[in-house]
């Protein structure tokens, strides 16, 4: 089994959980792992990457993306994924090199400040996703039971 196939293994159930209408594709470890598919539904993005290339994209619902981490300093980095997370894509996967990453000082709380989840990883890979419905999970305080409780405005002083 290659290196290519035992990635793609990973990447095949995140594909099949989110089941999307349509693909954005961007870097050339993506387009190698996707390339497979048989996909008619795919915009695809090649390195360089820049923040010009997002204008002309059209709504996406999910975006596997790598090579972007490696290709560009941390902030433009960090500014090109925040702005297709914002912009253009409802769920994102993102593939890293670890190796390359760990060089320009990314670490795992700059993924999740970005609002990604650590998925897996393989040899010097690692796999993280976005996912606008589970990003924010709801809290159970954060409703009518537990404000403006007229019966309570006597008895407890806080």
């Known amino acids: 089994m290659t290196a290519y196939s035992e990635l793609s293994t990973i990447l095949s159930p995140l594909l099949h959980s989110y089941q999307p209408e349509s693909i ?3 870097g050339e470890l ?3 792992l996707y390339k497979n598919q048989q ?3 795919t915009q ?3 390195t360089p990457f820049s923040v010009e290339q997002l204008s002309n994209l059209e ?3 999910l975006a596997i993306i790598s090579d972007v981490i490696e290709s560009m300093t941390k902030p433009q980095a960090i500014e090109w994924l925040a702005m297709v997370r914002n912009r253009h894509a409802q769920h994102l996967i993102l593939i890293v090199d670890a190796t390359k990453a ?3 000082s990314w670490q795992l709380a700059d993924y999740l400040a970005l609002g990604m989840n650590y998925i897996d990883h393989h040899e010097q890979y690692q796999f993280f996703s976005y996912a606008i419905e589970s ?3 709801k809290h159970d305080w954060l409703n ?3 404000w403006a409780n007229p019966e309570n405005f006597d008895k407890y002083r806080w």
Do not use: C, E, G, V
């Open 44 to 46: 695809l993005l090649t």
């Open 102 to 104: 760990s060089k320009q």
């Open 144 to 146: 009518s039971r537990f």
């Open 135 to 137: 990003y924010r999970p």
């Open 30 to 32: 993506a387009i190698r």
């Open 59 to 61: 709504p996406i619902n």
């Open 24 to 26: 954005l594709i961007a």
């Open 39 to 41: 996909d008619t539904r």
